[in-house]
């Protein structure tokens, strides 16, 4: 089984039908659908748009909600959100939502996720969108919350081999990261970075594979897929990354 924890769907860039092709043509299973709200030159996607998608496709496409976590109301309309979609957890995207992890604004919504027991996916690294600011970007803000929340999960999206990344995962119990883009790209190069970065996190389960694939480019699949099989790793652990980490998470 592979389960991607890293796609976007959205309305205006491509098709849900092209999206499952591209998951049949790379086997995968079950993709974990995260809207950006608000999208900008990202797409148009929010969580009635991601909702809809899942109820549709509940075997194959399972979602995250997304809200604006410093805005006024935001944990109800999460809340509100998780109760009507089932959603599995929240994404967050700093540089486009424009705010920073450590605005104490955003503990309601990080308390409902405690509250409902769902993981939070953060947006870290690079972020080639015009405005965003990549200061907000800094993942070493997840150590802190991870300290300061110890009931709450949280997902660094894009982890990176080269920075702090696995520390943070190696240090706190309930950080986990994602393969999506960054490390893939560094496996590809250099094959030695996978058991490498796994060695540094000090656990093999709290590796996420995903790819970042969307309607309009479905060859991410593979990219991210292909450095993970041909890890010089045994099959348990790969099969950790690519479904038993993100069924524990996802509760299926």
């Known amino acids: 089984m592979i389960i991607d924890f890293h796609v976007h769907i959205r309305k205006d ?8 092709r591209g998951m049949d043509e790379n086997n995968i299973d079950i993709s974990v659908v995260h809207p950006i709200v608000p999208g900008g030159t990202l797409g148009l996607s929010d969580n009635e748009f991601v909702g809809q998608l899942c109820k549709e ?20 309309e999460l809340r509100a959100a998780l109760d009507k979609y ?3 957890g929240l994404k967050l995207h700093p540089p486009i939502q424009n705010f920073s992890m450590a605005d104490p604004r955003i503990a309601p919504c990080i308390e409902v996720c405690i509250e409902y ?20 970007s800094d993942s070493s803000i997840i150590d802190d919350l991870a300290i300061r929340y110890p009931k709450c999960k949280f997902i660094i999206a894009h982890g990176n081999p080269f920075t702090w990344d696995p520390v943070i995962v190696a240090k706190n119990p309930n950080v986990y990261m994602d393969t999506c883009g960054t490390m ?3 496996m590809t190069l250099f094959p030695q970075i996978g058991p490498a970065t796994l060695a540094q996190m000090r656990t093999n389960d709290r590796l996420l594979y995903g790819s970042d694939a969307n309607a309009l480019n479905t060859a991410r699949f593979k990219e991210n897929l292909q450095p993970i099989l041909d890890m010089d790793v045994s099959d348990e652990i790969k099969n950790k990354i690519l479904c038993e980490t993100a069924k524990k998470l996802l509760k299926i």
């Open 86 to 88: 089932g959603f599995k």
């Open 13 to 20: 860039k491509g098709t849900v039908d092209n999206f499952l």
């Open 57 to 76: 496709h509940p075997d194959r496409l399972m979602g995250f909600a997304c809200v604006v976590p410093t805005e006024l109301g935001a944990a109800d």
């Open 117 to 136: 027991d769902v993981p939070i996916l953060i947006h870290t690294g690079g972020i080639y969108t015009q405005g965003a600011r990549m200061a907000l």
């Open 184 to 186: 893939a790209r560094w």
